[in-house]
């Protein structure tokens, strides 16, 4: 496989999306593929506080984005220099400060669907967000924060059909192309934006 262009090399690589999309799986497949450090901010905070549902019900979620912020800072920032693959919680993007850091990142919004995701919160009743209807709190956290994934991706790939391989290997040659197009230079994400079907 040959090297990944200097300027990925040069910078930590985000991935951002809702709940359940995938981030961790196709983050940490994509980190060996490039051979690079996999950083996953949830397991950094429960590592440190304890399970997610644990902090949300005796802290609030107020002090679990606290938590969140300071665990995506310490990530983006030990990563300075490298192509760490950091996988964001879904509502990580919110805060400003990490908001900020993602400019020294290349920022991948991992796009999908309700259907995409459904089976998996099915699985999955550990989401202290999705208490209750499950999928209908997915689909109105999603409609408030998809903007913002928008806002920030500097590529969007789309995860509804392929296996995690699959997907990491495309994104992989995403990386590639907006790489070897120089856009990372270029401060108008907007008209930089691939999108990979």
Same mark, same amino acid.
């Given at each position: 496989m040959p090297a990944v262009p200097a300027r990925t =090399?040069?910078?930590p690589i985000a991935l951002i999306g809702p709940m359940a999309v995938g981030k961790s799986a196709i983050g940490h497949q994509l980190a060996q593929?490039?051979? =690079? %450090? &996999? /950083?996953? %901010? @949830?397991?950094v905070v /429960? #590592?440190? +506080?304890g399970s997610i549902a644990e902090i949300f019900a005796s802290r609030g979620e +107020?002090? &679990?984005? $606290?938590?969140e912020a300071r665990?995506? #800072?310490r990530a983006i920032e030990d990563a300075h220099g490298s192509n760490t693959v950091i996988s964001l919680g879904g509502g990580a993007v919110l805060d400003s400060g990490t908001q900020q850091l993602l400019g020294h990142c290349t920022v991948v919004y991992? $796009?999908? @669907? =309700? @259907? %995409?995701v459904a089976e998996r919160? =099915?699985?999955n009743s550990g989401r202290p967000l999705l208490a209750? @209807?499950?999928? $209908?709190r997915w689909k109105t956290l999603f409609a408030t924060r998809r903007p913002v994934y928008e806002r920030l991706a500097d590529l969007v790939i789309d995860v509804r059909h392929g296996s995690v391989p699959d997907i990491a290997h495309r994104l992989e040659d995403a990386l590639r192309t907006y790489a070897a197009a120089g856009t990372a230079a270029v401060p108008t994400p907007a008209a930089t934006k691939e999108v990979e079907k």
């Open positions: =090399a040069a910078r593929q490039l051979g =690079a %450090t &996999f /950083v996953d %901010t @949830d397991v /429960v #590592a440190s +506080h +107020h002090a &679990f984005r $606290e938590l665990a995506a #800072a991992l $796009e999908c @669907d =309700a @259907d %995409t919160i =099915a699985r209750g @209807d499950a999928m $209908e």
